[in-house]
């Protein structure tokens, strides 16, 4: 490796336990489109350079940066919106659906069956409110290796989940919870605001919202999120320097 130059596997397993890789030079990591694909958001031995590279952009980047790319290269935010993180983790990885009334969390036990790991749940409720997800199937999940859970729907058990280091987003959070039942649907597309949710497509979430890419997207909306993410840093740097946001953006002639 040239002098000077990031080895993204040091700096992943040096890392592993950090939500964010604040020092992480964009440009010097050179990604280029043909790196990587939406598969290597899954380790193996294969492709284990490549899963950790984007594994690092991942974990710097931003739903905000995501969305303005998505804006740029699809012409749509990507946000669903109403999500909101019921603790501070991040979460990324492809999709595993669930559709089911809110009086039945036994469909949320079904799609924890359904996914692998890395995946991220995200279950859709209908209904009356209650509560499909709680400390139990966080605590379950985590174990199984899922990335995290998003629910268009209902949270409880906030005192444990608050502090559980698995990511948890839903619309609001409801003490009441329904029965096993089991009687949704897994993976299949589901369509919220005009936005067709799809198994397999990329979502990300952080303190800032969530961000829908579809899959044939992806390489193409990161791409573009890294050069936000470079052009960010750059902004930061000439602040830092005694320039003003005004001056930068041409405001102050």
């Not at 130059?5 to 604040?22: A, Q, W």
């Not at 991220?120 to 985590?142: D, M, N, Q, R």
């Not at 199984?144 to 280091?165: F, N, V």
Request: negative net charge.
């Amino acid at each position: 490796m040239a002098k000077g130059k990031i080895d993204p596997i040091k700096l992943v397993r040096k890392s592993s336990n950090s939500k964010k890789f604040d020092k992480l030079d964009f440009e010097e990591l050179n990604i280029k489109k043909d790196d990587f694909s939406i598969d290597d958001l899954k380790n193996n031995k294969k492709n284990e350079s490549k899963f950790l590279k984007l594994k690092s952009v991942l974990d710097s980047v931003s739903s905000c940066q995501i969305s303005d790319a998505s804006n740029l290269v699809s012409g749509r935010s990507g946000v669903i919106s109403g999500l909101k993180a019921m603790n501070r983790n991040k979460v990324y990885g492809r999709i595993v659906t669930a559709k089911t009334n809110c009086d039945d969390w036994g469909t949320s036990v079904l799609a924890m069956n359904a996914a692998e790991e890395g995946d991220v749940l995200f279950i859709y409720c209908y209904g009356k409110p209650a509560s499909v997800w709680g400390e139990l199937a966080s605590t379950s999940s985590k174990e199984s290796g899922i990335a995290g859970t998003i629910l268009y729907g209902y949270s409880r058990d906030m005192d444990a989940i608050i502090d559980l280091d698995y990511p948890v987003y839903a619309l609001d959070f409801l003490p009441n919870a329904g029965k096993p039942l089991g009687l949704g649907q897994i993976n299949i597309d589901i369509e919220i605001d005009n936005q067709i949710i799809r198994p397999g497509d990329f979502i990300f979430g952080d303190e800032s919202g969530v961000v829908l890419v579809p899959q044939e997207l992806f390489v193409d909306i990161i791409m573009e999120t890294i050069k936000i993410k470079i052009k960010e840093n750059n902004i930061v740097n000439q602040l830092k320097s005694g320039k003003t946001l005004a001056q930068i953006v041409g405001f102050d002639e």
